[in-house]
T-cell receptor, first 113, second 115 residues
Framework: AQSVTQLDSHVSVSEGTPVLLRCNYSSSYSPSLFWYVQHPNKGLQLLLKYTSAATLVKGINGFEAEFKKSETSFHLTKPSAHMSDAAEYFCVVSETGRRALTFGSGTRLQVQP | EAQVTQNPRYLITVTGKKLTVTCSQNMNHEYMSWYRQDPGLGLRQIYYSMNVEVTDKGDVPEGYKVSRKEKRNFPLILESPSPNQTSLYFC??????????????FGEGSWLTVV
């Protein structure tokens, strides 16, 4: 069975400081992992995905994530936060042939001026 | 432009009044699904469809129906809505679930309030 745990429900950072959103997963098989972002009153936009190629994945808007199998983690980082990064972020796991994605419960990122 | 389109985006309805939320994708995707998003729970799958005329229950199917008569459309039907179905609903599509690395495309969401 697959599961996803986002370790923080809320993260607050100052503009220009680094962002770290934490995600741990559980999967019986080699999973694919995604980060999606949801801005207020908007749908979900793909930030980046890991599909068993390079373990360090670069996404849009300066975000990146590192797949660490030994730690079953897929944390999302960005060197310098921007006000426009304020949103909710979802870590998602998928296994080949499984009928559903499994979503984490989300992390709300606040960026203070 | 590749997109998943849901309608209506916002709806307030009364208990027991049947409603349908439409979903259409223009990417010729085989796989479509419906999710509901509730605070603190992330997104949970309601129903999914692997292809035309092939649908199956997700994790929270109670109170919902779907149909897949055409590849591009996947409507969500609430035959007798109840207040616990007040939620934000997302339709999603992807080429096929056989490759777990396929990107899932989401609609912009439908806010449904049942009073």
């Amino acid at each position: 069975a697959q599961s996803v745990t986002q370790l923080d429900s809320h993260v607050s950072v100052s503009e220009g400081t680094p962002v770290l959103l934490r995600c741990n997963y559980s999967s019986s098989y080699s999973p694919s992992l995604f980060w999606y972002v949801q801005h207020p009153n908007k749908g979900l936009q793909l930030l980046l995905k890991y599909t068993s190629a390079a373990t360090l994945v670069k996404g849009i808007n300066g975000f990146e994530a590192e797949f660490k199998k030994s730690e079953t983690s897929f944390h999302l980082t960005k060197p310098s936060a921007h006000m426009s990064d304020a949103a909710e972020y979802f870590c998602v796991v998928s296994e080949t042939g499984r009928r559903a994605l499994t979503f984490g419960s989300g992390t709300r990122l606040q960026v203070q001026p | 432009e590749a997109q998943v389109t849901q309608n209506p985006r916002y709806l307030i309805t009364v208990t027991g009044k049947k409603l349908t939320v439409t979903c259409s994708q223009n990417m010729n995707h085989e796989y479509m699904s419906w999710y509901r998003q509730d605070p603190g729970l992330g997104l949970r799958q309601i129903y999914y469809s692997m292809n035309v005329e092939v649908t199956d229950k997700g994790d929270v199917p109670e109170g919902y129906k779907v149909s897949r008569k055409e590849k591009r459309n996947f409507p969500l039907i609430l035959e007798s809505p109840s207040p616990n179905q007040t939620s934000l609903y997302f339709c999603a599509s992807s080429p096929t679930p056989r490759n777990s690395g396929n990107t899932i495309y989401f609609g912009e969401g439908s806010w449904l309030t049942v009073v």
